[in-house]
């Protein structure tokens, strides 16, 4: 008779853990940075179909790191909460703090209950009036939930990206000094040299406080060059 193989409760969450960190680990940097107009997203991302970085409602952007498949189920649902409680109740009543609540759910719930975990790394953003009442969340894969202000990185190397963002990141950045630093982050090597991205091969959107309603943008084309000093 073979004997029941037994897993301790605390190594089963670690070897989840280090399952879905290896995961996202694996996928391309996202820089999320704070500007004196809103809030600036950037990445490395050669496709012009399957994007990293969408709109969720009016004023609501999401960005992601990890399998895409994964994170694009969220992004949907994400879409269908914030369409289905703007129409219920008031678009007022629609906000990323509710969003981060209804993913770190799911995340949570998969993380604890499912044999694997979801590979993603999400931020939630709204931008408000004032960049006081902007709201950042970055949500892990197992739900947890973090308020980050002034810059976010995921994936890749994050832990080394963050620190070199953290050391040029300043408040009240315009938007050409935010979009040049969040690609320059995005090119930096391991090894502390630096790579030129071109704007092909970037996907940046910005949530812009100064339009009336839907606050996403993306930029692509020549205005993309010109922020970057590239035209």
Same mark, same amino acid.
């Given at each position: ?16 853990? *280090?399952?879905? !960190? ?5 996928? !391309? ?27 969720? %409602? @009016? !004023? ?14 969220? +992004? ?10 703007? %129409?219920? %109740? *008031? !678009? ?5 703090? &509710? ?7 799911? #995340? ?13 790394? #999400? ?10 009442? @902007? ?25 080394? #990206? ?9 408040? &009240?950045? *315009?938007?050409? &000094?935010?979009? +040049?630093?969040?690609? @320059? ?21 910005? #949530?812009?406080?100064?339009?009336? +309603?839907?606050?996403?943008? +993306?930029?692509? &084309? ?10």
């Amino acid at each position: 008779m073979s004997m029941p193989f037994y897993v301790s409760p605390e190594q089963l969450m670690k070897d989840r853990a *280090d399952y879905a !960190r290896k995961g996202i680990a694996r996928g !391309r940097s996202v820089v999320v940075l704070a500007y004196e107009g809103g809030i600036a997203f950037a990445t490395e991302n050669p496709s012009r179909a399957l994007h990293k970085i969408s709109e969720i %409602y @009016d !004023r609501i952007a999401f960005a992601a790191v990890g399998k895409y498949n994964e994170f694009e189920n969220l +992004r949907v649902a994400g879409v269908r909460y914030a369409d289905l409680r703007g %129409y219920s %109740y *008031d !678009r007022a009543d629609v906000n990323a703090r &509710g969003l981060a609540n209804a993913y770190a759910q799911t #995340l949570g719930t998969v993380f604890t209950t499912e044999s694997k975990p979801l590979e993603v790394e #999400l931020v939630v953003a709204e931008v408000g009036t004032t960049e006081d009442e @902007d709201q950042v969340y970055r949500l892990s894969y197992d739900g947890s939930v973090a308020d980050e202000r002034g810059h976010v990185v995921m994936g890749g190397q994050a832990e080394h #990206l963050s620190q070199r963002c953290a050391e040029r990141w300043e408040p &009240g950045m *315009d938007l050409e &000094g935010a979009v +040049r630093l969040a690609v @320059d982050v995005l090119g930096t090597q391991p090894e502390g040299q630096a790579r030129e991205i071109g704007a092909a091969q970037l996907e940046v959107a910005v #949530l812009d406080r100064a339009r009336p +309603r839907r606050a996403f943008r +993306r930029l692509t &084309g020549p205005v993309l060059a010109e922020l970057l000093g590239r035209a």
